[in-house]
C-alpha cells in the first residue's frame, strides 16, 4: 500500500488515509499497529458469505506475546481515499462509530532476526464468527427473502447490525432448515430463490464493505429484470506509463483503471465434458409428488443464450455474434451431405 500525505486530495493512485489499526485483546487493552504493519488486505467477493481480510506485521518489540494474541482480538480502524466525504464510501470497523473485524487465525510465522518476528493475522466480519458459533434449526414460511431477513436479524442467529439489501422472489414456499449453519441455511435458500421481475433462477448472499446483499444474477447486470444497468467502471490491461506533461489527474484516474495482474479461472475448454453435462442441451423431466404428473421440457443452449441476460450486453446488433459456443454442427456423420 502507498503511503500519503495529503488527507483532502490523492497525490497518486493508491493513496489512501489510515489514522490508526487497533490491536484489542480479550481483556479490552488496546495497541496501535500502524507502524508496525506491511500490508493490509480485504476481501470482498459474490462468493463469499463475509467480508474477510490479512494484516502483515513485522513485530519487533513482541507485541505477540504482550497482548497474548490467541485469534479472539478485534481489529479496529478507519480506511477511505482522500477527499472521500461520503460515509458509505468509507470502511469504518472503528469501535466509536463502526464494527471492528475480529481476528480468527495467526499464520506464517517467521524469525526474520534475533528481535524480529513477521506473522499475518487473519480477521473477518462479526457476522463471521456468529455463523460459526450458531445453528439454524427452524420452518419457515412464506416469501424466501422475509426468511432471509429473519436469520440476518434475529439475537439467536446472526444478529446482524449491518444493512441488508435484497431483492424480493417471486415464490413463496415452506423451507425447513434442518440444523444448519446462518451461511448454510441461507445459501440452502438462495438456491430455491426465484427473482419476482425476471427470468433467472438462484441468488447470491454476499457481504460488502458497505452492506449485505441477497440478489439474483439477473439483478446485478439488469435493472427491473429488463434494462441494461450502465457500466460503473471500465478497466483496462495497458502499462503504466503516462505522458509526464499530462495532469496530475488524468494520470491518477489513468493508474486507477489500470489492470496490474489477472488470471483465468477457468482456463479450458472441454468439449466432451460439456457435453456429457448436459451444457449444449438436456432434456428436464420433473416430476410433481402432490399430483402425480410428470413434465418434460426440452433446453437448448443456442436457443435460450438470447434470452439469458450477460454482463457483455449492449442492447445492438453486435450481441448476436457474442455466443461464446459456435453453432456448428456437432454430429458430421449425420450431417447431410458429407
Not at 440444523?179 to 460488502?208: C, H, W
Not at 439477473?218 to 483496462?236: C, P
Not at 506533461?245 to 493508474?255: L, P, Q, V
Not at 450477460?310 to 457474442?322: A, G, L, P, W
Amino acid at each position: 500500500m502507498v503511503k500519503m500525505f495529503s488527507a483532502d486530495k490523492p497525490e497518486k493512485a493508491g493513496d489512501y488515509n489510515l489514522p490508526h489499526i487497533d490491536l484489542i485483546n480479550h481483556r479490552g487493552e488496546a495497541i496501535d499497529l500502524k507502524f508496525i504493519f506491511i500490508e493490509l488486505n480485504i476481501y470482498e467477493s459474490i462468493y463469499n458469505s463475509a467480508v474477510t481480510g490479512t494484516l502483515i506485521l513485522t513485530d519487533a518489540r513482541n507485541q505477540i506475546g504482550r497482548l497474548e494474541v490467541q485469534g479472539l482480538e478485534r481489529i479496529a480502524f478507519k480506511l477511505s481515499s482522500p477527499g472521500t466525504k461520503n460515509v458509505e464510501d468509507m470502511l469504518d470497523a472503528s469501535v466509536e462509530t463502526g464494527e471492528p473485524f475480529h481476528i480468527y487465525k495467526i499464520t506464517d510465522r517467521k524469525q526474520l532476526g534475533p528481535t524480529v518476528m513477521q506473522y499475518t493475522l487473519h480477521f473477518a466480519s462479526r457476522e463471521f464468527m456468529r455463523n460459526l458459533r450458531t445453528k439454524v434449526s427452524q420452518a419457515y414460511d412464506g416469501r424466501l427473502d422475509i426468511a432471509v431477513q429473519k436469520i440476518m436479524g434475529e439475537e439467536d442467529y446472526l444478529d446482524s447490525r449491518k444493512k441488508l439489501k435484497y431483492e424480493k422472489t417471486g415464490n413463496s414456499n415452506k423451507i425447513v432448515i434442518p440444523n444448519l449453519r446462518p451461511f448454510d441455511a441461507i445459501q440452502m435458500i438462495a438456491n430455491q430463490s426465484i427473482p419476482e421481475k425476471g427470468d433467472g433462477v438462484g441468488y447470491y448472499f454476499y457481504q460488502t464493505i458497505k452492506c449485505f446483499h441477497f440478489r439474483s444474477w439477473e439483478s446485478m447486470v439488469t435493472k427491473q429484470g429488463k434494462n441494461k444497468r450502465l457500466l460503473a467502471q471500465t478497466f483496462y490491461y495497458m502499462p503504466l506509463k503516462f505522458p509526464k506533461d499530462d495532469a496530475t489527474e488524468n494520470k491518477i484516474e489513468h493508474d486507477l483503471r489500470s489492470v496490474q495482474q489477472y488470471r483465468f479461472i477457468n482456463n479450458f475448454h472441454d468439449v466432451a465434458a460439456n457435453t456429457a453435462l448436459g451444457t449444449y442441451g438436456h432434456r428436464v423431466i420433473s416430476y410433481n409428488l402432490y399430483d402425480k404428473s410428470v413434465v418434460s421440457g426440452d433446453w437448448n443452449y443456442h436457443n435460450m443464450f438470447d434470452s439469458t441476460k450477460h454482463t457483455d450486453f449492449e442492447d445492438n446488433y453486435r450481441d448476436v455474434d457474442k455466443v461464446p459456443i459456435a453453432s456448428t454442427p456437432v454430429d458430421y456423420d449425420n450431417a447431410k451431405g458429407v
